[in-house]
């Protein structure tokens, strides 16, 4: 199993800019399809951005989408979220996972995925 840390959380004002950090434990990160999520208090985790393992193909959430940007460094065991123009409604947890691990805690209804990253959009 994969073991990942997320960094980069932060109180930003509407309109600002934020990169968050995931770094990955282990030999076989740059096989791994990955994930950043996000999840308010009492709502259900919804999937923010996929980069695939060769970081070509991307799936970004319709809401982010021309304002946030996934992107990895295999080299260094990581995957970012660059989030821009941030607004208000992008205040959530965000969290990190690869696509295997996702789908089966989705499977196993394991919903607590830990504290993950405050990113809190405010004035």
């Known amino acids: 199993q994969v073991q990942l840390v997320e960094s980069g959380g932060d109180l930003v004002q509407p309109g600002g800019s934020l990169t968050l950090s995931c770094a990955a434990s282990?030999?076989?990160?740059?096989?791994?399809?990955m994930g950043w999520y996000r999840q308010a208090p009492g709502k259900e985790r919804e999937l923010v951005a996929i980069?695939?393992?060769?970081?070509?193909?991307?799936y970004y959430l319709d809401s982010v989408q021309g304002r946030f940007a996934i992107s990895r460094n295999n080299a260094k065991n990581t995957v970012y979220l660059q989030l821009n123009s941030l607004k208000p409604e992008d205040t959530d947890a965000y969290f990190c996972?690869?696509?295997?691990?996702?789908?089966?805690?989705?499977?196993?209804?394991?919903?607590?995925w830990g504290e993950g990253n405050q990113v809190t959009v405010s004035s």
């Open positions: 282990g030999s076989d990160f740059s096989t791994y399809t």
């Open positions: 996972n690869t696509h295997n691990q996702a789908v089966r805690a989705r499977l196993m209804g394991l919903d607590d």
């Open positions: 980069i695939t393992s060769g970081g070509s193909t991307n």
